[in-house]
Nanobody, 122 residues
Framework: EVQLVESGGGSVQAGGSLRLSCAGS????????IGWFRQAPGKGREGVSV????????WYADSVKGRFTILRDNGKKTVYLEMNRLEPEDTADYYC???????????????WGQGTQVTVSS
């Protein structure tokens, strides 16, 4: 059974940092692209960042470029999202997802974690 478990969310002030983790199990982790998505209250789910299976291929939403970094450790079956210079607009539930091919759209992923909440206060 494919499982993805997010952790690392919390409450921070604007300008602060958080590191989210996404731990995978039940599938060949190294062969899957992993994406981070977020959903703010009253809004749709949007792509934040994606890392390909090789880790050489990454994608970032324009809104987080230069502030967020996605890293993967296949030995630990974990993908991290390092979030710096957080803004109130980053407040959302953050989800990781896995797919053999990946992409920046939620509909391109079949496997999802349960989410972790990030709150950024001004």
């Amino acid at each position: 059974e494919v499982q993805l478990v997010e952790s690392g969310g919390g409450s921070v002030q604007a300008g602060g940092s958080l590191r989210l983790s996404c731990a995978g199990s039940g599938f060949d982790f190294a062969r899957y692209a992993i994406g981070w998505f977020r959903q703010a209250p009253g809004k749709g789910r949007e792509g934040v960042s994606v890392v390909g299976s090789s880790a050489d291929s990454t994608w970032y939403a324009d809104s987080v470029k230069g502030r967020f970094t996605i890293l993967r450790d296949n030995g630990k079956k974990t993908v991290y999202l390092e979030m710096n210079r957080l803004e109130p607009e980053d407040t959302a539930d953050y989800y990781c997802a896995a797919d053999r091919h990946g992409g920046s759209k939620p509909g391109q992923y079949n496997h999802w974690g349960q989410g972790t909440q990030v709150t950024v206060s001004s």
